[in-house]
């Protein structure tokens, strides 16, 4: 039971164009959305997040869009970048049991092409 | 400020061997949560350590255990390897109820 999917497991986008990375969840129980970014053999890094309350923010390159009636989040990097080429994972956060716990989806590698 | 550090960064065991891993979280964050991150996929969710107790798991089995210590470092232990327990291990850790976990660089874990 995959609750956050991110469809595209590659993105191809060519330097100083916008590059929007999508992602949709089925649980309406999630709260609060982040999304990382991962470089090989590092963990994860924070890039940006936003509350099930608000529908847009923004943190200077990066925007993160959430429609919650379509349980759907976008990211969104203008403009790109030759340093962002990397795996990016979108993942929603739920308490269950006391802990808040953070559900991952697959990854979308972007690459960014000069 | 420093970030959240783990070790080793990388290891080799045979099935049915234990292992621990360690975690030193970030300064000022009193909770850890563990991952575990298989290739091609997200991290998964193990376990989160808050006042050195357990206060949630993820769909793992009972061989994984953990702690959590009075500096707020933690380790993760893993019981009876097997070969699907290859994988990267991803500490994480944040401030009480605040969201944002931060991520250390993971220990790369091989089972053969």
């Known amino acids: 039971d995959q609750q956050v999917k991110q469809n595209s497991p590659s993105l191809s986008v060519q330097e100083g164009r916008i590059s929007i990375l999508n992602c949709d969840y089925t649980?309406?129980?999630?709260?609060?959305f982040l999304w990382y970014k991962k470089y090989p053999a590092e963990g994860p890094t924070f890039l940006i997040s936003?509350?099930?309350?608000?529908d847009k923010n923004e943190d200077g390159r990066f925007t993160v869009f959430l429609n919650k009636s379509a349980k759907h989040l976008s990211l969104h990097i203008v403009p790109s970048q030759p340093g962002d080429s990397a795996v990016y994972f979108c993942?929603?956060?739920?308490?269950?049991?006391?802990?808040?716990?953070?559900?991952f989806g697959q990854g979308t590698r972007l690459t960014i092409n000069p | 400020e420093t970030g959240v550090t783990q070790s080793p960064t990388h290891l080799i065991k045979t099935r049915g061997q234990q292992v621990t891993l360690r975690c030193s979280s970030q300064?000022?964050?009193?909770?850890v949560s563990w991952y575990q991150q298989a290739l091609g996929q997200g991290p998964q969710f193990i376990f989160q350590?808050?006042?050195?107790?357990?206060?949630g798991r993820g769909n793992f089995p009972p061989r994984f255990s953990g702690l959590q210590f009075p500096n707020y470092s933690s380790e993760l232990n893993v019981n009876a390897l097997e070969l699907d327990d290859s994988a990267l291990y991803l500490c994480?850790?944040?401030?009480?109820?605040?969201?944002?976990?931060?991520f250390g660089p993971g220990t790369r874990l091989l089972v053969l």
């Open positions: 994480a850790s944040s401030s009480g109820q605040q969201e944002t976990q931060y």
């Open positions: 649980n309406s129980m999630f709260d609060y």
């Open positions: 936003i509350s099930s309350i608000k």
């Open positions: 993942a929603a956060s739920a308490y269950s049991q006391g802990a808040q716990k953070l559900v």
């Open positions: 300064s000022g964050h009193n909770t």
């Open positions: 350590y808050y006042r050195e107790e357990e206060n």
